[in-house]
């Protein structure tokens, strides 16, 4: 049977602690989902637009794990026996939501994404959140959880700091907490965050 392993984030923007998650499951798994949540949301705690996201994660990808190689249209990748492939998310109603509903609608798009029951959740903090998430039949049947404390791969590490960087230009940090593509793309995100500020939540 296929091991199957998920990330779900939002990725605003994604950055080393993101791709510690991703390598731990390319490590582990034969298939690597990473859900990248909100994405229908464009607000001052969502500056980034889904689009911008998906291709800030596809160069850190690329950067960081280049036997990983682009395979069709539907952001896959993959280096002859392991993939990794990226699903956009819409929230269910608000991003807020912790409880079993939310739960079921995360379980039935990774299911149908990966064709799998089972899977292992990568994730670097909110274990109380994640658990309240699923009924305990699902946690005890068929989603096993795997943490990495993020403080573990940068200290201070979080997209609330990648973009407080971007905006003071602290490019030290940058080198500390992104992939270079991110580096290059700060004007764009800067740009997004200014315009969130902008729109109502």
Do not use: C
């Amino acid at each position: 049977m296929k091991k199957v392993g998920v990330i779900l984030a939002r990725l605003q923007p994604v950055h080393k602690g993101h791709l510690a998650l991703i390598e731990k499951s390319i490590k582990e798994n034969d298939e690597t989902y990473i859900f990248v949540g909100s994405a229908d949301k464009f607000n001052q705690r969502n500056p980034i637009p889904i689009g911008l996201r998906i291709q800030l994660l596809r160069g850190a990808i690329e950067e960081s794990f280049p036997d990983f190689q682009w395979r069709d249209v539907y952001n896959n990748y993959g280096d002859g026996q392991r993939t990794i492939t990226i699903v956009p998310l819409d929230d269910l109603s608000n991003e807020n939501e912790n409880d079993h509903e939310w739960g079921f609608y995360l379980y039935s798009n990774i299911v149908s994404a990966s064709g799998s029951p089972n899977f292992t959740m990568y994730y670097s903090d909110g274990f109380e959140i994640i658990t309240s998430w699923f009924p305990g039949f699902i946690l005890r049947n068929n989603v096993s959880l795997n943490l990495i404390a993020r403080n573990t791969v940068e200290e201070g590490i979080s997209a609330t700091a990648v973009r407080d960087a971007i905006m003071n230009e602290d490019i030290n940090l940058l080198q500390k907490y992104v992939t270079k593509n991110v580096i290059d793309m700060r004007e764009s995100i800067y740009n997004h965050i200014m315009i969130s500020r902008m729109v109502k939540a």
